[in-house]
């Protein structure tokens, strides 16, 4: 059964950093794109960023392109994800994905999902 924990969420200040992560269980985690998505108060949920299995292709939601960095070590099954130039509108529950079916950017494609982690960017 896959698991996928995150963690590294927290409360910042407007223009700094966090550094979340995303560790994996339960299959070979280097055969499955990973991605995270956002989720705030009364919004839809948003596609931040994916990662092809090997690395090689990334992919960055609109608002967060420039500020946002995925990365991925397979040989520790963990995606990380490195936010910088954090503002309060990246406020919200952070969850990482993996292996979706169809679209990368569709959150309902995706099979698997952790239980979310907490960013809150203060003024």
């Known amino acids: 059964q896959v698991q996928l924990v995150e963690s590294g969420g927290g409360l910042v200040q407007a223009g700094g950093s966090l550094r979340l992560s995303c560790a994996a269980s339960g299959r070979t985690f280097s055969n499955f794109p990973v991605a995270w998505f956002r989720q705030a108060p009364g919004k839809e949920r948003e596609f931040v960023a994916v990662?092809?299995?090997?690395?090689?292709?990334?992919y960055y939601g609109d608002s967060v392109k420039g500020r946002f960095t995925i990365s991925r070590d397979n040989a520790k099954s963990t995606v990380h994800l490195q936010m910088n130039s954090l503002k309060p509108e990246d406020t919200a529950v952070y969850y990482c994905?993996?292996?979706?079916?169809?679209?990368?950017?569709?959150?309902?494609?995706?099979?698997?999902w952790g239980q979310g982690t907490q960013v809150a960017v203060s003024l």
């Open positions: 994905a993996e292996d979706p079916e169809g679209d990368y950017k569709i959150w309902t494609d995706y099979k698997y």
């Open positions: 990662i092809s299995w090997s690395g090689a292709q990334v």
